[in-house]
């Protein structure tokens, strides 16, 4: 492509020529066409992405074999483990699990992948497509990515060059929260429930 040819929209990533007609078929295309023009997809890391990034400890990284074979891989640990190396870039450490390596091996044929992140104490979900490589030789950018005190073996990183991203809206996302999301409230409660106890006995006394 020239640099003077016109770049087709972020969101063609995800809506090729088959989605279209498809959208098409099925009455979308039209909303499709203004959601494109409107709220374009972004294609690096924004301040309010790089903070959502910053409290996730889940998300799905999804990749395929040369032959199309897909494959999702849940990838978890401490909160921000999936970091900002820069604006257009993502990494992780690629923690030691099963080792079945499919995803390993998917990206040494197909580095086209995608991470879907779904939030579910805000029901909020990302998506972003993008190319990844797997880094095993490069100390500097191993100790990057690695969380402190986490108990875990590195065994290589994950490096995800961002092509574009969009979020969905909350719809059908069931609110759950995660034990340390969670963890305030029920302090507060305990600590209620002390005073009260307090207050009772105190009144029994003096009756």
Same mark, same amino acid.
């Given at each position: 492509m020239s640099d003077?040819? #016109?770049r087709p929209p972020p969101c063609d990533v995800a809506f090729t020529p088959s989605v279209k007609a498809a959208q098409t078929r099925l009455g979308s295309r039209s909303r499709m066409e203004r959601l494109e023009s409107d709220r374009p997809w972004? @294609?690096?890391? @924004?301040?309010?992405? $790089?903070a959502f990034l910053a409290i996730i400890d889940t998300f799905f990284f999804a990749t395929a074999s040369a032959a199309g074979q897909p494959y999702i891989q849940h990838? $978890?640990? #401490? #909160? $921000?483990f999936l970091r900002v190396i820069d604006k257009r870039t993502l990494g992780f450490a690629d923690f030691r699990g099963n080792?079945?390596?499919? @995803?390993? $091996?998917n990206?040494?044929?197909n580095p086209r992948c995608h991470i879907f992140i779904l939030h579910f104490a805000t029901q909020q979900r990302v998506k972003l497509w993008g190319r990844a490589r797997y880094v095993e030789d490069d100390a500097a950018l191993l100790q990057q990515l690695a969380v402190p005190g986490y108990r875990a073996l590195v065994e290589r990183a994950i490096v995800f060059e961002i092509e574009a991203w969009d979020v969905n809206c909350s719809q059908h996302i069931t609110a759950r929260y995660s034990e340390p999301e969670i963890a305030p409230a029920i302090d507060r409660l305990a600590a209620r429930i002390k005073e009260l106890e307090a207050e009772v006995a105190r009144l029994k006394g003096s009756a």
């Open positions: 003077d040819a #016109p972004q @294609t690096e890391v @924004t301040d309010d992405l $790089g990838r $978890g640990g #401490p #909160p $921000g080792r079945q390596y499919i @995803t390993v $091996g990206l040494a044929e």
